[in-house]
C-alpha cells in the first residue's frame, strides 16, 4: 500500500483524515453526547459527522481549522437530527441484550447536569456546550454556528440561567 488505508469499496482514506479521526473522534463524541443527551445517538451523530467530513475533508483542510469545521458539522448534524427525528427509528422485534454504560462514571452530578443540558432548546445547548465545554470564545462558537456574537452570547447567558434554576431545584428536592 502506499501509505493510505484502503475502504471496503476500494477507494483510499487520506492518511491525514484517518490520524485525524482517530486523535479526534472521542472528544467529538463527548461533545455529541452532551447535545443529545444520549451515548448512542451521540455515536450516530458522529458518525454522520465523520461521513460529511471525509466528503468535504479538502475542503475542511483548506478551512484553516479543522476542529472548527467538524465542530460545525457536529452541531449541524445535531440540529438536523432534531429537525428529522423518524430519520433514526428503526423497527426490531426483540430488545437489544447489551447495554452502554457512560464511559465517564455516571455520578450524580454529571447525571443532574445532563438533565439539566436536557432542559435547554437545542440551539441553546449547543452554544453551551461549544462556549463552557469545548473552551471555545464567542467568536468561534458565532463562526461555528453561524450566527452573530450578539446572538451566542444572549444565548449563553440564559442557557447559564437556565441550567443554574434547573440545578438549584434539583439540590433542594429529596
Partial sequence: MSGQDEMADGTSVPPDFASYVAARRTSLRRTAYLLTG?????????????????????????????????????????????????????????????????????????DQLRRALASLGPSQRAVVVLRYWDDLSVEETASILGTSAGNVKSQAARGLARLREVLAAAEVEP
Fill in 38 to 110: 444520549d451515548w448512542d445517538r451521540a455515536e450516530d451523530v458522529v458518525q454522520d459527522a465523520l461521513t460529511r467530513l471525509y466528503v468535504h475533508w479538502r475542503r475542511a483542510q483548506r478551512s484553516g481549522s479543522i476542529d472548527a469545521y467538524c465542530r460545525r458539522t457536529v452541531v449541524n448534524a445535531f440540529l438536523a437530527e432534531g429537525r428529522r427525528p423518524w430519520r433514526r427509528e428503526r423497527s426490531t422485534d426483540a430488545v437489544p441484550e447489551t447495554s452502554y454504560a457512560d464511559p465517564s462514571g455516571g455520578s450524580d452530578s454529571r
